[in-house]
């Protein structure tokens, strides 16, 4: 049936038209009408006026003979096509202008919005409210400040971004009201400012203290290998106080035991603990290294001697925690069985982890 119409709409030269190969269509009505000799309505007469087809018209009214109408339908057909190119090509040609004219109106809205923006950046409001998000994303605080908490917390961060140390007041405020924003990372690097004032502070006075000072905050930066050579560079031997090498021991068998040198920790703390057997430190010290080890009766023998000598018992469970929370699947077993037989109301946290 559409080939039918196409032979018909060429016979008529109108093929070039849309609606010739469209079923229900008026000029494929009308067609179709003059094929089959049926009379066409004064108002299709119309309708071909208006499309300008006129040839074919005068045709349908007999006006003109069909060699006559096939030279002007010919002629309408070859203008008709010429227009609707030029019409194709205007549109095309407007498109393309509506077009440029957007995108050049895009592009002066971003100019303007760039100058803007790079107008914003040079301001000291905007700079400083970068440099407070780049030091709120580096020390990892994501929580919501207070308002009355910011300027606070960011002259901190600021400080101990400078490798400053932090003024006293501060450190008891982040351990206490400002305690939410004391992240690890913001620790971490509140260590390494102590460990460098104390280290250099050492490299000037030669002070042990300071070293052991500087090593024990090298420790809690995850700067072990740094208190190590700090501490293997003291002759320790000829000191004279008992209290210094008590403390110099302990701390550098505290730095082996992060280094996973277990038994030169045991023996570093054993020599400490001979030096001062009343000291909680070299106890609790042996305890984490046994109980790490596997060895947790033993591990939970020194750290009751721990508290026997002084320590908290609130401090050792805390430590106790994170080593039940570091061991592997059998160890954490070993240890909550051992702890549950020892003390089941103590140590009831071990059931639900």
């Known amino acids: 049936m559409s080939d039918d119409r196409e032979v018909v709409s060429r016979k008529y030269h109108v093929d070039d038209l849309p609606g010739t190969k469209l079923p229900a269509t008026r000029i494929t009505g009308i067609l179709e009408r003059l094929q089959q000799g049926e009379p066409i309505s004064q108002l299709s007469l119309r309708y071909l006026d208006s499309q300008g087809l006129l040839a074919l018209k005068k045709f349908i009214m007999q006006d ?3 060699d006559q109408f096939h030279q002007e339908a010919e002629e309408e057909q070859i203008l008709r096509i010429r227009k609707a190119k030029l019409d194709r090509i205007a549109k095309e040609e407007e498109a393309r202008l509506i077009d440029e004219a957007r995108q050049e109106s895009v592009r002066i809205a971003q100019q303007k919005s760039l100058e803007k923006r790079k107008a914003l950046e040079k301001t000291p409001q905007y700079k400083a409210r970068m440099k407070n998000r780049f030091l709120r994303n580096k020390y990892a605080i994501d929580c919501y400040i207070e308002k009355i908490d910011f300027h606070r917390l960011m ?29 690890k990372e913001l620790r971490s690097a509140y260590h390494h400012a102590e460990a460098r004032f104390y280290e250099e502070h050492f490299n000037r006075s030669q002070d042990v203290w300071m070293a052991i000072n500087a090593s024990s905050h090298y ?49 570093l703390a054993m020599i400490a603990h001979g030096l001062m057997s009343k000291d909680f430190r070299p106890c609790t010290l042996l305890g984490a290294i046994y109980m790490e080890g596997g060895q947790v009766s033993l591990g939970h023998e020194w750290y009751e001697k721990a508290i026997e000598r ?44």
Request: hydrophobic share 35%; glycine share 4%.
């Open 64 to 66: 003109i003979p069909f």
């Open 219 to 267: 420790r809690k930066c995850g700067k072990s290998l740094r208190a190590a050579e700090i501490l293997k560079a003291i002759d320790i031997v000829n000191m004279a106080s008992r209290k210094m090498k008590t403390a110099f021991h302990t701390t550098f068998g505290g730095v082996q035991r992060d280094l996973g040198h277990r038994d030169e920790a045991i023996d």
């Open 310 to 353: 002084g320590a908290s018992e609130e401090a050792i469970d805390s430590e106790l925690r994170i080593i039940f929370n570091r061991a592997n699947h059998k160890d954490r077993q070993d240890i909550r069985k051992y702890l549950l037989q020892v003390d089941s109301r103590r140590f009831s946290w071990v059931k639900n982890r």
């Open 155 to 183: 002259d901190i961060l600021r400080r101990i971004d400078e490798d400053n140390r932090l003024f006293e007041n501060d450190l008891l405020w982040l351990s206490t009201h400002g305690r939410d924003y004391f992240s």
